[in-house]
């Protein structure tokens, strides 16, 4: 083998581990720069939810400006909005959102039964 083949092969593994280690750096450091760029979920509502004029109530999962929090919608177009009696005030309500074919029914069935 010739002095300018051994050289040429030198420089291109060289230059393929080079690149390699390169690319793993990239790969890992760019991963760490996104997940220090990505913000947990109750900052980002708290950002947006500041965006959102509501002088009442702001639902938390939908975003909805309603005048008390039994109002709010469910996040969900296929979720039955089912309503616990939370007091003797008709309005004292704690929402929860159910999918199936029972909804609101096993929800008071198990109210009743202080489950």
Request: proline share 6%; aromatic share 8%.
């Amino acid at each position: 083998m010739s002095k300018r083949s051994v050289v040429f092969i030198v420089s291109l593994l060289f230059g393929l581990a080079s690149a390699q280690f390169q690319f793993f750096g990239d790969f890992f450091g760019h991963q760490q720069q996104q997940q220090q760029q990505q913000r947990s979920g109750s900052s980002q509502w708290a950002t947006f939810s500041e965006s959102v004029e509501c002088s009442q109530y702001l639902c938390p999962g939908t975003l909805a400006c309603v005048s008390r929090p039994s109002e709010c919608p469910c996040p969900d177009p296929q979720d039955v909005k089912c309503l616990i009696p939370a007091g003797p005030d008709s309005h004292d309500a704690a929402v929860l959102c159910v999918r199936g074919s029972t909804g609101c029914a096993q929800v008071e069935r198990l109210t009743k039964k202080g489950v």
